[in-house]
């Protein structure tokens, strides 16, 4: 019987196979009818190996692999922290090819999957993997160096047992570094010094090493965090040593620091499951991932889930419907995970970062630190310009909001008020992270509208005591010493006040607390000022008293008073009177801006007019227009440039600023009522 049916369905097949289109679905009909029976069949192909880009393309194995649950003490769960370009993520790539995890090319920076995380060549997200070193599993999480993202850091110390401090040994700590450390200190994380790029002819290893000590008292750090271990290393060499005297040439020191020094979780895997969602991802194939650390338990695929929100209260309910466990840049779908393990978990919808999802005998959340509040603050809304509209393809402030709450699903540190009709007010920590949001939503085909960077002012008191507290920012400044003179002078303007002037060789490092209003657009002046040679950096540090309002620094714009087409025979009498930001064939309209004036008030001009055509012909040939070529605005750079009266409009192929308000005659009755921009009031 079994042959007779094995028979027939071989038969079902060849013929779906040879009859045409009509005749094929009724074939396939036969084949369905047909018992389901167990064939050994051979192959016609062997199967294709899965490599390291198609693993990545795909999310996840295809059937689930039954693995042993490990022991706790063969669990390592770390988080590499440093500052910005310290080296964290080519240290991974290291930790990744040396412990055969994973295929990795020189220089590749793997951890860098995003768009946005290859092209600006900095780490946006928080990514987790892991190795397997001497029987132990190494879950390893990569973080963000940028202030910016620090919010990132913040959310996966939750998930780690311990971290490893990467530290340049030219510059040694940086502002960064001191955010970082603080939170991981704070937590009671052990911790691990890598001292990184010890390799540089400028490396001074011996000053950062007594750096870093003055750092970890400072922090007020336990003897235990104080008893820390120093690897000295060179990630982009791909070694690491504990004694520079003895040079290694591979990474494992470190992984053998690691597995020693670092302590196994402290979980208890006889309790009902839980787990703090630290992390959300969305999966074509599943759905929504919830990343964490299992706190207690077990969990298995089929098992009844809950999510609880921050308050207890019950989100969703639902049942686990797959287990992901990450090894190298794979993604393996498994049956169980215990306690101690990261894993992320599918099933439910509706759950959120900072949720826990846990059994359903469970009836407290897990606690959860929250992250430092945002510091300025940026309107999103429609953009109502002459050419909205004509580029984009989602458009309506609908859409516009349904994205930005989506943000606030996976980003913490980024809040959404819904102002008016079709306006968003977004809070964020940085004018980076929010050209970060902006950049994203314009490769997705949103088109908007964008308003400068606003701080974000507290009150405390009341009565006579009442007083308006802005934030306060600690901004290193590494630059030749030519150029110190400069620096202070611009910083002493912006409110800043010194607090060290450090001299070494050729180069001084300047540390600074200023207002954080007194750093929008300040980057790009400093890079100009410095020649691009340069370094700033800057950590918030609190609210202080509000230091009064600050001088106007940015001259007028060139607004435009027609629209049509910009003509080169337009722009070359525009020209002398400012910098230009257009070229010929540029499209504008009334109350765009086409350039900075040299004077500090605005300038109104017809950057369409077009030379008159008549019939008298010159004796001698014209001279040919020639204009200076225009430096393209990055979105970072419009960010800090526009002024409060003047916005961004952001479509998927242009960048454009404009006046808030188009009409002349309007905007020139606004400024008789008089008014300064963003000053707070009491």
Not at 144 to 163: K, N
Not at 278 to 291: A, I, P, R
Not at 387 to 409: A, C, D, M, W
Request: net charge neutral.
């Amino acid at each position: 019987m079994a042959a007779h049916f094995a028979a027939s369905a071989a038969f079902a097949a060849a013929a779906a196979v040879r009859a045409p289109a009509a005749h094929s679905l009724a074939a396939a009909a036969a084949c369905a009818r047909l018992p389901a029976l167990r064939l050994s069949l051979p192959a016609a192909h062997p199967a294709p190996v899965r490599t390291p880009a198609a693993a990545q393309r795909r999310a996840f194995s295809a059937s689930a692999v039954r693995l042993s649950i490990p022991d706790l003490d063969k669990i390592r769960n770390i988080a590499i922290i440093a500052h910005v370009d310290h080296g964290k993520t080519s240290l991974v790539d290291q930790l990744l090819r040396q412990s055969g995890s994973a295929v990795v090319e020189t220089d590749s920076r793997v951890m860098d999957s995003n768009e946005l995380e290859k092209e600006r060549g900095i780490t946006i997200l928080s990514k987790s993997t892991a190795v397997s070193y001497k029987g132990h599993r190494i879950n390893i999480v990569d973080t963000p160096g940028h202030a910016d993202f620090g919010g990132e850091v913040e959310r996966v110390l939750s998930m780690v047992d311990g971290v490893c401090l990467v530290v340049c040994a030219t510059e040694g700590p940086m502002t960064q570094t001191k955010f970082v450390l603080g939170k991981a200190l704070q937590r009671g994380l052990k911790p691990l010094v890598v001292m990184n790029k010890v390799d540089r002819p400028t490396a001074r290893p011996e000053k950062v090493e007594e750096e870093l000590l003055e750092l970890f008292l400072g922090m007020d750090a336990t003897d235990e965090q104080l008893d820390y271990s120093t690897i000295y290393a060179s990630a982009k060499e791909g070694w690491a040593t504990t004694d520079r005297a003895q040079p290694s040439k591979t990474i494992f020191p470190l992984l053998d620091k690691i597995v020693e020094n670092m302590p196994s979780p402290k979980v208890d895997r006889e309790s009902p499951f839980s787990l703090l969602v630290t992390q959300m991802e969305n999966d074509k194939y599943v759905g929504k991932c919830y990343l964490g650390k299992i706190q207690s338990g077990v969990v298995r695929v089929g098992d009844s889930i809950k999510s609880l929100d921050s308050d207890g209260k019950l989100a969703v309910e639902g049942k686990c419907t797959k287990i992901i466990q990450r090894k190298g840049l794979e993604q393996i779908s498994i049956n169980e995970a215990g306690a101690g393990d990261i894993i992320s978990i599918a099933g439910l919808e509706g759950a959120r970062v900072n949720h826990t999802l846990c059994a359903p005998s469970v009836m407290e959340p897990l606690p959860f630190v929250p992250v430092d509040q945002p510091t300025i603050s940026m309107t999103f809304y429609v953009n109502d310009s002459p050419l909205g509209g004509r580029e984009g393809k989602l458009l309506t402030s609908q859409v516009i909001r349904e994205r930005l709450f989506r943000e606030t699903e996976t980003n913490v540190s980024l809040q959404v008020v819904e102002t008016s009709e079709g306006a968003f007010e977004v809070k964020g920590r940085g004018e980076l992270q929010m050209g970060v949001l902006i950049e994203s939503m314009r490769r997705e085909g949103f088109e908007l509208s964008v308003s400068p960077p606003r701080v974000i002012y507290k009150v405390e008191g009341e009565g006579r005591e009442r007083a308006i507290m802005e934030p306060i920012e600690e901004v290193t400044l590494d630059v030749d010493l030519e150029f110190t003179g400069i620096v202070i002078e611009k910083m002493t303007k912006n409110k800043g006040d010194m607090k060290s002037f450090t001299e070494a060789s050729n180069r001084a490092r300047l540390v600074f607390d200023v207002p954080t209003r007194g750093l929008l657009g300040y980057p790009a002046e400093f890079k100009n000022d410095t020649h691009g040679q340069g370094t700033l950096n800057s950590i918030f540090i609190g609210y202080q008293k509000y230091k009064g309002p600050l001088e106007k620094q940015r001259k007028g714009s060139i607004i435009s008073v027609a629209s049509g087409e910009a003509t080169a025979y337009a722009l070359v009498s525009v020209e002398p009177r400012g910098k230009l930001f257009i070229v010929p064939g540029t499209k504008v309209y009334p109350g765009m801006i086409v350039g900075e004036h040299s004077r500090e008030i605005d300038l109104e001009v017809n950057p369409v007019k077009a030379k008159a055509l008549t019939n008298f012909r010159a004796a001698g040939k014209e001279d040919a227009i020639r204009l200076t070529p225009v430096e393209p605005m990055s979105l970072e750079r419009m960010i800090s440039y526009v002024q409060e009266d003047e916005v961004i409009e952001v479509t998927p192929t242009s960048l454009r600023t404009r006046k808030k308000e188009l009409d002349s005659n309007k905007r020139k009755s606004q400024k008789r009522r008089g008014g300064e921009f963003g000053l707070p009031t009491l």
